[in-house]
């Protein structure tokens, strides 16, 4: 985690920083556009359905919606994902499955088409395309929708990247903007040319000279370390596991062999996890002294870090 974000090497993909430049009240001209050039149309105005869904991401992002609104004849969520989850696809059905709503003496009839659109940034599959459109079909007979009022739509940002971009095109537009290896006066050109993606660059630049902001963001920095670390451990007990089933097989043939393997790659292990574990001891504590600068409680930052309240007043 560098020591000070700035505008040259913020994470735009960053949840605090998407919610701020995508999600907030204020951003209506950017969400409009985006979902036309990805070819959603917007039926009547796009409602933000809830306005305090941030607070509750800090807590709890597997319940909480990136983005929910509503149009005249659709409810349209939108997920941004910079990690890939084993439940990638699940959670997408869970998610489609509880954005719609009928109201109480309705008829199904009259149900809204449910829209999910997930912007990720890690390959989905091996298919050269970087847009996906998925819909429930007849798959005897692909013309034959079952039904029109569930659709779909992913967005590959890592095999978008690899393409040769057309920036008169809006979605092209849109999804540089979502790169995160271009700069933020890059992403400012892009303004010149989009009213909506003005007002992003804009906001990004208010979010970044806020020092609440600023803490916001490097809590969802530290939340993401975590969650990589707990699969980097998750990784290395499956991997011992492996190696412990190989150990047991070569045991047959020699005992004293897969003594000593066992033993090597014990240590090795150990010695791997001593220096992590110091590592993000480090990160921690780098954390804690740069929150204590930005005023937060003692308290917060116990309950943040981990660490005792003695440790932090001592940094």
């Keep these: 985690m560098k020591e000070k974000v700035t505008l040259d090497n913020y994470d735009v993909l960053n949840d605090y920083l998407f919610y701020k430049y995508f999600c907030e009240e204020g951003n209506e001209t950017m969400r409009k ?13 796009l409602e933000t359905i809830d306005q305090t869904l941030y607070p509750q991401i800090i807590e709890n992002k597997k319940c909480i919606l990136d983005y929910l609104g509503e149009t005249d004849d659709s409810f349209i969520n939108i997920e941004m994902q910079q990690k890939r989850t084993g439940d990638f696809f699940e959670r997408i059905f869970f998610y489609m499955c509880t954005v719609v709503k009928l109201k109480k003496g309705k008829k199904y009839t009259k149900l809204k088409k449910a829209i999910f659109v997930s912007i990720v940034n890690f390959k989905v599959n091996d298919f050269p395309e970087y847009m996906y459109r998925y819909m429930l079909i007849n798959i005897q007979r692909l013309n034959d929708i079952f039904v029109d009022k569930v659709k779909i739509i992913v967005i590959d940002l890592k095999k978008f990247q690899k393409m040769e971009k057309d920036l008169n095109k809006k979605k092209h ?26 007002t992003a660059a804009k906001k990004i630049e208010e979010a970044l000279q806020d020092d609440t902001a600023v803490m916001l963001y490097r809590r969802q920095q530290y939340d993401q ?65 740069d929150l204590k600068k930005t005023g937060l409680s003692i308290e917060e930052i116990a309950k943040v870090t981990g660490l005792t309240i003695d440790f932090i007043e001592k940094l």
């Design 173 to 198: 537009q849109y999804l540089t903007f979502f790169d995160k290896r271009i700069g933020h006066e890059e992403r400012k050109e892009l303004g010149k040319m989009d009213e909506g993606l003005k």
């Design 225 to 289: 370390m975590v969650k990589e670390n707990e699969k980097v451990m998750m990784e290395e007990r499956i991997k011992e596991e492996r190696e412990n089933a190989i150990r047991e097989e070569r045991e047959k043939a020699s005992k004293e062999r897969k003594n000593a393997i066992r033993e090597e790659r014990e240590k090795t292990i150990i010695e791997e996890r001593k220096k992590a574990l110091k590592e993000r001891e480090k990160e921690i504590i780098k954390l804690a002294t």
């Design 33 to 45: 556009t985006f979902l036309e050039s990805i070819g959603v149309p917007i039926k009547g105005d």
